[in-house]
Nanobody
Framework: QVHLVESGGGLVQAGGSLRLSCAAS????????MGWFRQAPGKERDFVAAISRTGGATYYTDSVKGRFTISRDNAKNTMYLQMNSLRPEDTAVYSCAAAEGYYTTRTMPRLIGPDEYDYWGQGTQVTVSS
């Protein structure tokens, strides 16, 4: 079992930055591909970004490319999402997730689908004001 806890959310003005953290316990995250998803009120959960076990491969949804950066520190059992140039449309609950598969640059798109993941955190609220 992997227990995931997100932190770092909050209220920020448009153009500002936040860094989300996803701390894992129970098992080492170096065995997992990991991702970030977000869900705005009244909308479906959407993929944001994913990262392979070693961090050598990453994948982003188009709307965050160039603004968000996903990273991980396996020694700290933690994954991060650096969010810059935030927009009001980025407002959502952000959740992290862990997937037991092995992912390369070629297979990273599989991590777009929520069903690929085995463990989920509870989420952290990000609110961007205009």
């Amino acid at each position: 079992q992997v227990h995931l806890v997100e932190s770092g959310g909050g209220l920020v003005q448009a153009g500002g930055s936040l860094r989300l953290s996803c701390a894992a316990s129970g098992r080492v995250i170096s065995s997992y591909g990991m991702g970030w998803f977000r869900q705005a009120p009244g909308k479906e959960r959407d993929f944001v970004a994913a990262i392979s076990r070693t961090g050598g491969a990453t994948y982003y949804t188009d709307s965050v490319k160039g603004r968000f950066t996903i990273s991980r520190d396996n020694a700290k059992n933690t994954m991060y999402l650096q969010m810059n140039s935030l927009r009001p449309e980025d407002t959502a609950v952000y959740s992290c997730a862990a997937a037991e598969g092995y992912y390369t640059t070629r297979t990273m798109p599989r991590l777009i689908g929520p069903d690929e993941y085995d463990y989920w955190g509870q989420g952290t609220q990000v609110t961007v004001s205009s």
